[in-house]
C-alpha cells in the first residue's frame, strides 16, 4: 500500500502563472514534510520544508501547504518560470532519526512551465 | 556546503557481475542512505546506514547489499547483476533530520 502518493503525474503551466503540486499520505504520524526538485541527469536538491506545527511555510516564490486533518502537502509555485522546469518530489516521514529510513518519497510530478 | 560523491555517473555491466557503487560523503554525516529511481515509481529506498558498521533495509533490498566502514563511505553492492536492476541509482546523506543532500547519481545498465 504506497504511503505517499502525487496523484498528478505531469503538470504544464504557462509562464507567469502559478503552479500547484499535490501531496497526499496515509500515515498520520508522520511529522516530516520536504520538497525536492531534481533536473535530469542530476540528484534532487532540497527545496523546501514545513515543520507538523505549522501549515503553511513561504521561501520567496515556493510556499508549502501542509493540512494535516486531510494528510494533504501541496507546493505553489508563484510566479512560474520556465527554469522551475523539472520533477518534483514530495517526501515525508518523520523528524526522529531512529525513523529515519520510513520516510517516503512520492512518485514525482514532472512539471513544465512553458514561455 | 554539503557534498555527496558517486564515484561512477553512468557504468554498463553484464548480466552476473558483481557491482560497487561507490558513494562519500564530505560532512561528517551519520545518516547515509542508497535509493533508485525509476519512472512513474519515483525514489525506492535499498538501504540505509545510521551508524559505521551499522545498515537497515530499506523498501527492495532484495538482490543488494551494503557496506559501511567509514563514516563518510557508503558502498551498494550488487551481488549478480541482473537486467531490473538497470536503473538510476542516488546515494544521500543526512545529519540528524535535516534534510537529505544527494548526489549526482549514477546510471546503471546491465545487458
Known amino acids: 500500500d504506497q504511503q505517499v502518493k502525487q496523484n498528478s503525474p505531469s503538470l504544464s503551466v504557462q509562464e507567469g502563472r502559478i503552479s500547484i503540486l499535490n501531496c497526499d499520505y496515509t500515515?498520520?504520524?508522520?511529522?516530516?514534510f520536504l520538497w525536492y526538485k531534481k533536473y535530469p541527469a542530476e540528484g534532487p536538491t532540497f527545496l523546501i520544508s514545513?515543520?507538523?506545527?505549522?501549515d503553511k511555510n513561504e521561501d520567496g516564490r515556493f510556499t508549502v501547504f501542509l493540512n494535516k486533518s486531510a494528510k494533504h502537502l501541496s507546493l505553489h509555485i508563484v510566479p512560474s518560470q520556465p527554469g522551475d522546469s523539472a520533477v518534483y518530489f514530495c517526501?515525508?516521514?518523520?523528524?526522529?532519526?531512529?525513523?529515519?529510513?520510513?520516510?517516503?518519497f512520492g512518485d514525482g510530478t514532472t512539471l513544465t512551465v512553458k514561455p | 556546503d554539503v557534498k555527496v560523491t558517486q564515484s561512477s555517473r553512468y557504468l554498463v555491466k553484464r548480466t552476473g557481475e558483481k557491482v560497487f557503487l561507490e558513494c562519500v560523503q564530505d560532512?561528517?554525516?551519520?545518516?547515509m542512505f542508497w535509493y533508485r529511481q525509476d519512472p512513474g515509481l519515483g525514489l525506492r529506498l535499498i538501504y540505509f546506514s545510521y551508524d559505521v558498521k551499522m545498515k537497515e533495509k530499506g523498501d527492495i533490498p532484495e538482490g543488494y547489499s551494503v557496506s559501511r566502514e567509514k563514516k563518510e563511505r557508503f558502498s551498494l553492492i550488487l551481488e549478480s547483476a541482473s537486467t531490473n536492476q538497470t536503473s538510476m541509482y542516488l546515494c544521500?546523506?543526512?545529519?540528524?533530520?535535516?534534510?537529505?543532500?544527494f548526489g549526482n547519481g549514477t546510471r546503471l545498465t546491465v545487458t
Open positions: 560532512m561528517d554525516h551519520e545518516n
Open positions: 544521500a546523506s543526512r545529519l540528524g533530520n535535516s534534510p537529505l543532500h
Open positions: 517526501l515525508v516521514g518523520y523528524t526522529d532519526n531512529t525513523n529515519a529510513g520510513k520516510s517516503t
Open positions: 514545513i515543520s507538523s506545527i505549522k
Open positions: 500515515n498520520s504520524m508522520f511529522d516530516y
